[in-house]
């Protein structure tokens, strides 16, 4: 096992670096598309209800597939950022964390 990394040393590590970068990066650019799909969506029914309440079929407006669009998008946002983590993030992670502590495995519960 290596010498215990200092705070500042942690910090400075690329590795680190690179983790914090990305994650600062994938947080920010979903976090502006859910947010511009959500306010969009209200915006929309703020300034332009003839247009939402317009019939497709039946009782089924355009308001109703827009509403029911913005929910899904908002699970798959959220399964993007857990693909990501599951596949980037989480490697990233124990590579510093083995950098920083040594060997992760002793600490993982077994399942």
Known sequence: M????ST???????DFQSLSGQKFAMSTILTILELVLYFGFIALIAFNKPFLSQKLSGAITVGIPIAVGTIILSWIFTGIYIRWANNTYDV?????KEKIIGNTQRFLPVV
């Open 2 to 5: 290596s010498k215990k990394m």
């Open 8 to 14: 500042q040393e942690i910090l400075e590590d690329k």
């Open 92 to 96: 990233l992670v124990k590579k510093v």
